[in-house]
């Protein structure tokens, strides 16, 4: 398959020339379309920054980002601001949903930056919500919402737009685990329904072992790389366990 995103060479560096703190060194990958990718390394490692460089929230200090062929490192400004609303969605732990719009209007507003008409608004928004399971909610407020409810209103606004990539920041952190069941489920069956491509950030082995393939970052580098392939994933989160004790980490119950 064709690679959605594709990272190279990438470096990172913080701070002044006496105080310099490297937090990617030499990281490169490919993401398939239609691959489930998962992040994972402990406090520190450069998982976050990663996904910050790749959403071009924060940009690389050397190396290149690829996404849809085209290269991000060397857009700025307008054209970069145009090409992450088309080209990218957005999950995060906390929501991020405004309180003073409804569910509807939430998954909405994406389209409506966009200037997508008001006919085509309706119906994609309509369909994402069938999709997650959450066309009971659409007239209802964030704070009228259960925590599971907000996220998954969160990934129909990522959706939406049929964004090229789906980046998603620890978006089960917030979440008891019936309803982080129920949004990795959700996932699945984007990937698996809709094509989607979703690269997730996590620290929780339990996400991370509904992923296709999972990318371990120690001290800025690939440490290593799990794929699941005809594995079930309770013997891919055996492996996820294994490869978190080589890390030092502390993997979650499988639940």
Do not use: W
Request: charged fraction near 20%; hydrophobic fraction near 45%.
């Amino acid at each position: 398959m064709a690679a959605i995103l594709q990272a190279e060479n990438l470096e990172k560096y913080y701070g002044a020339k006496n105080n310099l703190t490297k937090a990617l060194d030499g990281v490169s990958f490919k993401v398939a379309a239609g691959e489930f990718l998962g992040v994972m390394g402990a406090s520190g490692s450069g998982k976050t920054t990663l996904l910050n460089c790749v959403s071009t929230i924060d940009s690389v200090t050397a190396g290149r980002i690829l996404l849809n062929g085209r290269d991000v490192t060397t857009m700025s400004g307008k054209a970069l601001a145009r090409f992450r609303r088309e080209t990218l969605g957005f999950i995060f732990q906390d929501f991020n949903l405004l309180d003073t719009l409804t569910a509807f209007e939430n998954i909405a507003l994406a389209l409506s930056i966009l200037r997508r008409p008001a006919g085509d608004i309706e119906a994609r928004v309509r369909e994402a919500a069938e999709v997650l399971g959450i066309t009971d909610v659409l007239e209802k407020f964030p704070y009228q919402m259960s925590g599971g409810q907000k996220q998954r209103v969160a990934c129909a606004r990522a959706i939406v737009t049929t964004p090229a990539l789906v980046l998603a920041d620890e978006p089960t952190g917030s979440l008891d685990s019936k309803s982080a069941r129920a949004l990795l489920e959700s996932f699945q069956h984007l990937v698996t329904s809709r094509g989607a491509t979703i690269l997730m950030v996590t620290h929780d082995a339990f996400s991370a072992s509904y992923c296709h393939r999972i990318l371990f970052v120690r001290d800025g580098r690939i440490f290593q790389e799990l794929v699941r392939g005809n594995e079930s994933r309770k013997a891919f989160f055996d492996q996820i366990i294994e490869v978190v004790s080589l890390l030092g980490g502390d993997g979650h119950d499988l639940r």
